[in-house]
Structures are given as C-alpha cells and as structure tokens.
C-alpha cells in the first residue's frame, strides 16, 4: 500500500447505511448512560424523576461514545469479510459501551439469562452497573468478548499481540487511550510488530483513540504537532491511517474507509508472507482516531465546558438525583438518542439494527479466542522421567538443575509446535535453559548480521528486554488458549508485580464465572536466585515474589521450590488450569538429593502425571501451601489416571471439584 495518512471522507457508505450505523452508535450509546444513571425507566416512557436515577453515580464517559463508534464499524467489517475479530480495549473504564455491544448483539442475554433483551432486562441492565453486587465499572471478566481487564493501564497492545501469536485466522482489534499511551508498558509494546510473523501469526490494528485528555489533564500525544505524532508512529514502524473529525456523518464516512484501507492491508501482508513472495518485515497498519472526549454527551454543563474537555471523562452530570437542572439536563441527553427509534414498544432492539450484528461465534462478545478455554489444547508432553539425572546416593554428585529442565523444555516446544512459547527478557541462555535453541529459534522479523546466534522467524522462544512484555505476551497467548513459561531472573520478575495482581484476579473472578471456561496456569521459573548471587550483590538479592504470591488465595497460586534437577522435573510436568504457579531453582552446580522415584514419591499435592505409587505427603517441604480443599464453583475433571491416584487432593498442578 501506499504511504497513506488519511482520508478524505469518500462515500463508502451508502445513505442508508450510514443511517443505520449511526442509529446503532447511538443505541449504544443510549444503553451506557443508561448504565451509568438509571434505576428504573429505562426507555423513558416517563418523565424521569428522582427515584429513577441512581442515588451514587459512578462509571466513566468520555472514552465510551469512542469506544462504541468502533464497535459499530468493525461489525460491519466482520459482516461484510466474514472476519475473526476480537476487541480489546486499553481505556477499560469505558465498560459501560462494551457490555452495552454485548447486550445489543444478544450475547448477554445468552450468557446471564436473567437480564432479558426487553424492558425489564434493560432495568437490569442498568441497574447492576456499578453497583454493589453487580459488575465492576471496567471491562472485567464478567463482560463477554473481554480478555483484558483494563482498570490498570498500559497492557492492552502487548496483550493484543500474545493473542494474535499462533492464531493465523484472527485480527485483533486494539484500542490505545491516549493517556494509556504515557505508560511505559504501553510505550515499549509498540515494539511488538517487530515480534509478529504475518506467515504464522495473526494480526492486530492498533487504533490509537486521540479524545485529549485524562482525568484532569490533556495527554501528551493529543497535544504534540501532528507531524510529530505521526513521524513517531512511523517510527515504531506503522502506517499511521488517520481519521478526525466531530461531525458523525463525516467521521462515519472517513473510519469506514480507513478499517478498509487498513482490512485490505493486512490481508495483503498476509498473503505475501503466506505464500512466500517476501520476507521482509512489514510495515503494519494503524489507525489514529481524534474525536471528542465524551462526544455526544453534554455540551455545557453549569456554565463550564464539557463535552470535549476533561470534564466529561467520568459523570459529566453528577447530581442528577437530588439536583432537577441536572436531572432534566440528563432526560435531555438520553433522549437526544431517540430511544423510541431504536427499541421496540418491548424494549427489544429494532429488527433492522438487530441485523447490523455479526451472527454467532462472529460477535466480538461471542468469540471463542476471547474465552480461550473453550479452544485450549493439551500439551503433548514427553514423560519427564526419561530425562531423569542418575542419582546413586544423595548430596555425592552436582548438576545444574535448570539445563536438566532445558532438555525437557526442548521436547516439549517440539511437540507443541503451534501452542507453546518460551518468554524471557534475554536470560533464557542464561537461566541454563539453552538446551531448547537445539529445535527452535528466538522471535526475530527485523534485520539480521552474521554474527548473530539462533535468531528465526518462526521461533518459538521470545525474548524482549521488557517483562512487561513477557509477561502481558503470555497473558493474551493464555487468556486465547494457548501455553507457556516466562523465564527470569527472581530479584527482577518484581517488575510485574502489579500485572501478576491484576491476572491472579481475572482468574478469581473468572473461577465464579460457569461460562468462562479454565485456561492454562501462568508459570514463572525464576532463576538466578537470591541464594547464589552474592558475586552481583544485593542488586541480584530479591525473593520478595514469593511473598506476593504467597498473599494469593490458596486456589489461584502455588509457589515450588525443587532442591534438585529431578524435583524440577517432577514439577515441570504441569497440567494445570486457572492457576499462577511460580517455581524458583537454582542453575548453578548444586547437590543432587534425590532420584526421579524418591522426587515422585514426594511431589506436591495435586502433583499431575498420576503415575506416583501413593498420594504424596501432606505437607511438602517444597511446596506452598499445604493441600487444602477445593472451593471451586464448577467442576473441572483431571485426567482419569489423576483422579484415579489422588482423587481427594484437589490443589497444586491439576484442580478439580470433589
């Protein structure tokens, strides 16, 4: 494609189209106020008092009227290419729009039947947002379609990518909050193209949504010269695609045109990689999108300038129960929608927007990758024992526990070749681990020189200087179904602890979810340990993630700490679901304690080859915690000779209800 930064608003749709588009955005639009606001008369076949408006709003605007824009357009690219779409949005507090799209599509409904696509579904709708008992402000793990959380920010582009890894056939749609963009996860995950093979790999279109401002302030990339802007996203190596504008019929025309510039790009990219006529890296598209901040919402509110600025980011109206300026201010707004227009006298939505949906597993909220546990494959593993370190007597000879482990790791990525990785920040050779470059590469599209060492295209190892990246890669690969390790050094790994707190909590939550199937555990190996780093000095002396771990409910983390090779074996051969497990061993010449038998014998609880002689002992002291019993809300049965070996030991590597 040629060097395009914009469009010019031709007319890619037709009249009626565009009528139909706009009446959807604002159907949308309509459902998240309603969220934010209302109680009870949820179509305004009343006038709106006092009792019908939440007594304490919460929830957040402005980026939602974008948010929903959107959505509404990339349904009509999946409709019309038949597309595999899923929608990850940055700005998660605009949570309100895409459980809005969820019910328009009829996905909610399929998914919590007690909230209806009629009036009385709708009051409940809006009633549970925000809400004590109901669902959070954000995107969370109850919305459908979701795989990122986004109450904290700077994750959502290096989750999109660990979705796209491995999954040819999906477009990952990728929405970046210009505040998010000052985020220095954010700013380094730009760097994930150079990462993404088009001839194995899926895609993402990053759309940068430009509305401003943050909570109190403008943002950095809304305020900087255009050019400027634009010559940094070339920089990461993008093709910058940009639409602007706050008339609704020209931005309507304008994003039409640009998801299609940007649809018939990566389709093109793809099929030249595909079928071999280049190698070289491409030039991705992206599309950045200037709209207002809270578009569509009030203008003015008590004299100050709203819409457009950073007051409308969260309530714009925030005293719409006790105060009626406000109150008859906020009828105005939700009517400006003409709701009449686009539910029926049932509350159900209209029949002709009804069809401007995709249908079935085509939904955004109703695709599979975004609910990867519905398409996680076993691993194929290799029995561990057949790479056992002979152990005649304990504590006579040494090895290095993790270069046993590489052995293993290498089968194993040869064996799962299109639902495995290896992540690591540039230690994967140094964690000892190096045995697994005898059958694979690491991750490289960019150029290379000679004396570069076992960089490849298809690699299945993937090493950033960036846990962050690490380990939001691994999240959005697990989160889509998929399996992995992220390797690293145990007084760095510190550095995501907030994203580890915030994946421990989307699988607590998702465990109470009957509909969110399990996917595969998050596994640390932490290396280079406290233990043996007084040559670096205290810079290299951290074991403080564990404590982190350790302050997770028992059901979501395990924390192992293997003595030897064959223990580190034993714990490796992991089967688990909806777990964080976190081992730390040693990679230099250590002591050998105890042979593959006597490591079976005492592997902790939950342990899951089910090849052991007996349940093990209770209180492993190599693992934490001790067995506890299971206080999961669904049923998951574990293979039929686990259960058979330890059918009452539901913690550890394999979890099930009893």
């Known amino acids: 494609m040629s060097p395009q930064t914009s469009t010019s608003a031709p007319a890619i749709l037709s009249p009626d189209e565009l009528a139909l588009i706009d009446k959807y955005w604002r159907a949308a639009n309509y459902l998240s106020v309603g969220q934010i606001y209302l109680l009870d008369n949820p179509l305004l076949t009343e006038p709106l008092g006092a009792d019908h408006v939440k007594p304490r709003l919460l929830g957040h605007w402005g980026t939602t009227p974008g948010l929903n824009l959107l959505y509404a357009h990339l349904n009509r690219i999946i409709r019309n290419r038949d597309a595999n779409v899923i929608y990850v949005t940055g700005p998660g507090h605009g949570g309100p729009g895409l459980v809005a799209n969820a019910y328009l599509e009829g996905t909610y409904t399929e998914v919590y039947s007690g909230i209806g696509e009629n009036t009385e579904g709708l009051r409940k709708l809006f009633r549970q947002f925000s809400f004590p008992g109901g669902i959070p402000s954000h995107v969370a793990a109850q919305t459908p379609g979701s795989i990122h959380e986004g109450g904290e920010l700077g994750y959502a582009l290096v989750h999109a990518y660990g979705a796209a890894f491995d999954n040819p056939d999906l477009v990952v ?30 895609a993402v279109l990053p759309i940068l949504h430009l509305n401003g ?21 070339r920089g990461y190596g993008y093709r910058p695609i940009i639409v602007a504008g706050d008339d609704p019929a020209v931005v309507h025309q304008e994003l039409a045109a640009a998801l299609d510039d940007a649809f018939d790009d990566i389709a093109a990219i793809q099929r030249a990689a595909r079928d071999g006529s280049t190698a070289e890296r491409p030039v991705w598209p992206m599309i950045v999108l200037r709209t207002p901040k809270g578009w569509t919402g009030p203008k003015v509110v008590d004299g100050k300038q709203v819409e457009g600025t950073w007051r409308s980011h969260q309530v714009p109206l925030a005293e719409t129960h006790d105060n009626p300026a406000h109150r008859a201010q906020l009828e105005e707004w939700l009517r400006s929608y003409a709701p009449d227009e686009l539910f029926d006298g049932h509350g159900a939505l209209r029949a002709e927007l009804r069809a401007l949906a995709p249908t079935g597993t085509r939904r955004m909220s109703a695709n599979p990758h975004a609910n990867g546990g ?61 045995a697994v470059f005898e059958t694979t590469g690491k991750v490289w599209m960019s150029e290379t020189e000679p004396d570069d060492d076992g960089l490849a295209r298809d690699g299945r190892v993937m090493e950033v200087l960036s846990e962050h990246l690490c380990q939001g890669w691994l999240e959005g690969y697990l ?33 109470e979810l009957p509909w969110r199937q399990p996917i595969a555990s998050l596994n640390y190996l932490l290396s280079s340990h406290v233990w043996r780093q007084d040559h670096n000095g205290a810079s290299h002396q951290d074991p403080g993630f564990i404590d982190l771990v350790a302050n997770k409910r028992a059901e979501i983390s395990r924390v192992y ?5 064959n223990t580190l074996l034993s714990v490796a051969d992991n089967r688990s679901r909806d777990y964080v497990n976190v081992i730390v061993a040693g990679k230099q010449p250590a002591l050998a304690y105890l042979d593959m038998d006597a490591a079976i014998a005492t592997a902790p609880a939950g342990w899951a080859s089910g090849s052991g002689p007996a349940p093990p002992p209770a209180n492993p002291t190599w693992c934490w ?28 590597w394999s979890t099930w209800s009893t």
């Open 374 to 434: 519905v398409l996680l494959r076993e691993l194929d593993l290799p029995d561990f024992r057949d790479y056992a370190v002979p152990v005649e007597r304990p504590a006579t000879t040494t090895h290095e526990a993790t270069r046993v482990l590489g052995t293993f790791l290498r089968d194993v990525i040869t064996r799962n070749p299109d639902r495995f990785r290896l992540m690591g920040p540039d230690e994967t050779a140094s964690n000892r681990l190096s």
């Open 173 to 202: 749609a990728c929405v970046i909050g210009d505040g998010e963009a000052e985020t220095g996860p954010l700013a380094a995950s730009w760097h994930s193209n150079k990462f993404l093979n088009p001839a194995v790999d899926g």
């Open 561 to 565: 700490l293997p003595p030897d090779g």
């Open 213 to 233: 401002y943050k909570i109190a302030n403008p943002t950095v990339l809304a305020r900087i010269p255009h050019l400027e802007l634009e010559s940094l996203l």
């Open 479 to 511: 989160l889509t179904g998929r399996h992995g390790l992220f390797n690293c050094y145990e007084a760095f790994v510190h550095i995501v602890d907030s994203m580890l707190n915030q994946h421990a909590k989307w699988l607590a939550t998702s465990r």
């Open 625 to 652: 915690p001790a067995p506890v019993t299971s206080r999961r809300r669904r049923p998951w049965p574990p293979p039929t000779s686990c259960a058979a070996n330890y059918p009452t030991w539901p913690c550890g």
